[in-house]
């Protein structure tokens, strides 16, 4: 009987990524992917740490998984991620059931402890560029994982070398280390070659890749047959000139940035330690809009960091007024052990967190409905990437016109009615109109 994984995600698109490379592992050992969990062989949960929700959500599931070990004996429990990485060996003593637990950095020991027998652990950090093998087969598994798709994720680093004191990441994902170019180059190289229009570059702290991040993104665009190229996420610190130039004249580099701002009070980035204040913030986000005109800017704000007073908060909506941000991630504050903000005091409370996370949200779909609404009546170039979530799974076969979604050169989702086979081209799509988060439009008929 072949053998069933099912693989829980939490986290960000670098876990998303990394569960696509285990995926393409346990496929290379002969497993087969499961539809649910209840159907599985092995449960495998890729966690997140990064908030204290995530990771309590994470430890919940993975109980319930470990539970199911009663009925069914032969089930194997694992966990992986950054809640592994961040509670390691004690995660067997909360679950003595469990079977294996795997940090980041270890990835591709997982057929060893799939083979092992008791409690598999692997949770070193690497530092040591000559040790990390960044998945040395991950082109042939990133084959696996990209048939049929039009988009794909290529880590370029990995790691993190700033202190921003409410962050748990530079403790469970390590120092930053940076991918070798070439190896970059051809892995975009074989991605391009099964068929993928674009990559998203990932990174903790993307733009301070060797030091030289807009060097690589010219060598991409010039040395491969990659459509567009994006990437997630840069320090505002590290953002230069050059890069916002790069998106001035690179047609691959797609007109978005993520640039996250966290707070707009002086105060409180000082003790995030952000090494920005609102000012420096406000004048390269400017800077940005006017160099590559029309750019996307999206952003993550945190509300509710110790000794956040309603000024300071006042302050965080001044810049998101000023900057209009095209997207917004927005968080209460949660402390992280063993972060230098876990030692402050966590003194703005709940209530007063959600009112102004509330408030926040409701200023960015203000902003938000403005600027789609003054894209109504333009072209935008969209990669179409698949059938829209609105198609209703009934009528997903059997129908000539499907619902399809895809993205601009910027950041904005746009649903419109087309033929399936426009998956995986660049179309223009008259916008006719916008929802709360993505924007419909007509397909342009060329004549
Ligand atoms: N509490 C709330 N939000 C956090 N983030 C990171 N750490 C915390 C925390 N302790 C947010 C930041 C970051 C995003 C990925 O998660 O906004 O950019
Ligand atoms: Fe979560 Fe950060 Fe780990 Fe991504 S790197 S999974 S956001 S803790």
């Given at each position: ?8 995600t939490?986290?960000c698109?670098?876990?998303v ?15 087969m992917?499961?539809d649910?969990?209840?159907?599985a ?65 270890q990835?591709?020991?997982l ?38 798709r039009?988009s ?43 068929g993928?229009k ?14 030289d ?6 060598r ?7 459509c567009r ?13 050059d890069?916002?130039?790069e ?19 002086d ?7 952000r090494?920005y204040?609102?000012?420096q913030?406000?004048k ?13 800017i ?5 509300v ?43 003194d ?10 509330q408030?926040l ?5 203000k902003?938000w409905k ?12 969209v ?34 009615s087309?033929n399936?086979?426009l998956?995986?081209?660049?179309v ?18 060329l004549?």
């Open positions: 009987m072949v053998k069933k994984f099912y693989i829980h939490f986290g698109q670098m876990n990524h990394d569960s696509g490379k285990i995926a393409g592992m346990l496929a290379d050992m002969g497993y992917p499961a649910a969990d209840s159907d062989d092995f449960i495998l949960f890729n966690t997140c740490t990064v908030r204290d929700h995530a990771h309590h959500k994470a430890i919940s599931e993975i109980g319930r998984a470990v539970a199911r070990k009663k009925q069914k004996k032969e089930l194997i429990v694992g966990v992986c991620g950054c809640v592994a990485q961040a509670e390691k060996d004690h995660l067997f003593e909360i679950y003595p059931e469990l079977d294996l637990v795997f940090g980041p950095d990835i591709s020991r057929p060893d402890l799939l083979k092992g027998t008791g409690k598999n652990l692997a949770t070193e950090l690497i530092d040591d560029p000559a040790d990390y093998n960044w998945l040395k087969n991950t082109i042939a598994l990133s084959h696996y994982r990209t048939i049929a039009v794909s994720f290529v880590t370029i680093m990995k790691g993190c070398n700033n202190n921003c004191s409410f962050c748990i990441v530079p403790s469970v994902r390590g120092r930053e280390l940076s991918k070798p170019a070439d190896d970059i180059i051809s892995e975009i190289k074989h991605l391009t070659a099964s993928i674009e990559v998203t570059l990932l990174g903790q702290n993307v733009n301070s890749y060797n030091k991040f807009v060097k690589l993104v010219q991409i665009s010039n040395e491969t047959d990659i190229i994006r990437y997630t996420s840069p320090h505002p610190k590290d953002l230069s000139a890069l916002m130039e998106h001035a004249t690179n047609l691959k580099l797609c007109s978005h940035m993520h640039l996250p701002l966290q707070a707009g009070s105060r409180i980035l000082r003790t995030m330690k090494s204040n609102k000012d913030f406000v390269k986000a400017s800077a940005l809009r006017k160099c590559a005109e029309g750019i996307d999206t952003t993550d704000i945190i509710g960091f110790p000794g956040e007073t309603e000024s300071d908060f006042q302050d965080t909506l001044e810049v998101v007024k000023e900057i209009a941000f095209d997207g917004m991630f927005a968080f209460k504050y949660s402390p992280r052990p063993g972060t230098k903000a876990a030692a402050m005091k966590d703005v409370p709940q209530k007063e967190k959600e009112a102004r996370l408030k949200l409701e200023l960015n779909s902003i403005e600027k789609a609404q003054r894209l109504v009546g333009t072209m935008q170039q990669l179409v990437e698949g059938m829209s979530k609105r198609q209703p799974t009934h009528q997903r076969t059997n129908v000539l016109t499907h619902q399809l979604a895809g993205k601009t050169f910027g950041n904005k989702i746009v649903n419109f087309g399936l086979n998956i995986g081209h660049i223009p799509v008259g916008i006719t109109g916008a929802g709360p988060n993505s924007l419909k439009g007509d397909l342009c008929m004549k």
